[in-house]
């Protein structure tokens, strides 16, 4: 296998600009593909199908074989985590992840940090074996969810609210709201410096309920936690590239970067191009932001969305990647076309 300081993903991490950019695809495995749903029947649960090492390693590695992609990513989920320290997690058919809801300080008393790595030890034989089975130039990459974003969920008892319980409770009682955050922070730091010993390569935190925050709430809730894990990250692995995703931060995308030290930052769709080239690639690598739709609609408008992403981005640092994953009902063949016009991306021309 490659040193991780010769493959495109890290090498773009590090501040290089490329002749073409490296690219993943967020949730490049996954329901759209046809191979992925029949190994998905043969898990009982969505949460056994992450904890199954064959299985999630096998999901990790299709569409590699099909896109040739620059990084490959773990294949589990942000939930791991709460799971792990003991909150009651499950994924139903139809309705996504439902968790039993931690609503004040007295829900945090049956959290327990101590069963973590027991509990995670599959996710990280998953990243073990993919470390020796991707292809020598394929990046590997861990994630977690960041702590704001894993707190909706474990707040809310579910995604897809307003976020209304958890913004209450961190307005009407910080100081207890940052007692799970804390504990966020921590659990997130060691499961994240426990991924880079089972071999990632990168790292991404997902912080996808970020941009439901005021400006003085991001600070506190996104910003700051996110820089104490990059912090203690970077204690025990300084080397190790991080991308983060404050997702539909807006103008705060810019504070982000310089305040939490990330090596990248991953933005979502609605994000300028021509804001990001002149606020935000001057200050790190910039990952995205193809908007996930258009690989449903594929077709002439996806490719010259694709063309102006790389003419625009590809000065600087860039990583090619999309603002937010792979929707379900998504052509394959449309995803292997953005992935065959970024390959054959030269100074300019597709």
Known sequence: MKSGSEKLLIRALKGETLSRPPFWFMRQAGRYLPEYREIRKTAKNFLNFCYTPDLAVEVTLQPLRRLQADAAIMFSDILVIPDALGQDVAFREGEGPVLEPIRNVQGLADLDMGRLDDHLAPVYE???????????????????????????????????????????????????????????????????????????????????????????????????PNRQIVENVRAVHPDIPIIGFPRNAGELYEDFVRETGVNGVSLDHTVSLNWAKKKVQPLTTVQGNLDNHLLLAGGQVMEDAVTSLLSTLNEGPFVFNLGHGILPPTPPENVERVAEMIRTWENGTA
């Open 126 to 224: 998953v990243l073990s074996r993919l470390h020796k089975e991707i292809p020598e130039e394929t990046a590997l990459i861990g994630f977690a969810g960041a702590p704001w974003t894993i707190a909706i969920y474990m707040v809310e008892g579910k995604g897809g609210t307003e976020c209304g319980l958890a913004r209450t409770w961190a307005y009407q009682d910080p100081d207890g709201f940052g007692q799970l955050m804390d504990l966020l922070i921590k659990s997130i730091s060691h499961y994240l410096i426990k991924q880079v010993e089972a071999g990632a390569e990168a790292l991404q935190l997902f912080d996808s309920w970020a941009g439901v925050l005021s400006e003085q709430q991001f600070r506190r809730w996104v910003i700051e």
